[in-house]
């Protein structure tokens, strides 16, 4: 069951942009979906889509889209041999009813939270099609050579063209689909156990300045 807080809104005018392009950012706490296949031979990450029932948003020509996608539980991805190209799927949909989009735009996707062997910087793809919404579509990207782990996709959107169904309103999220030599869920650290970390941080510290002042 997703669990979908509030998502925060940003929209700043751009002064080097047209006067209606907009920059808006939405956050997302996303419950991870169940993996199948085999681990080492291939595995796939399902994805549960969700509506904004509360929050729909507007989407339009030369807007630009930071869509943070947070995992609620880190997200641990292998890779043991070739092929070396990984996949990520996932999208936004219109509200149902609304004419269909139809166009280009330019997509990058950044790994947030990210730990080991994981793809640095954006891997920034260009895309044309549509339908009722868009996204980033199974294109293979290289997620790691071996072994990373992650908590979560920034996705970073412009509409660089449209032939209809723009501005759009953007009402739900597909959900992160992902395909990988072997793919793990991890678990949530417990608090007491993040507690007992910090306080054995704190004991080290405190010995080295006590050790300094001698």
Known sequence: MIRLTRCLAVALVLSSAPASAAVIERTLSYSLGPTSGTFGDGQTLSGIGTFFNDDPFEFGLGDRLVFNVMFDHPLQVFDF????????????????????????????????????????GPITLAWIGGGGGFGWGGHGVNVTDHMGIFSGIRWITELTSAKEGV??????????????DGIRVLPVPEPVLLTQLAIAVLAVVSRQRWARRR
Request: net charge negative; proline share 7%; glycine share 18%.
């Open 167 to 180: 501005p759009m309103t953007i009402a739900s999220f597909t959900g992160v689909q992902m395909g990988a």
């Open 81 to 120: 041999g070739e092929p070396t190209d990984e996949y990520f799927s996932f999208g936004l949909g219109t509200t149902p009813g609304s004419p269909g989009f139809s166009g280009t735009w330019i997509s990058s996707i950044e790994a947030i939270g990210s730990h080991g062997d994981v793809w640095a």
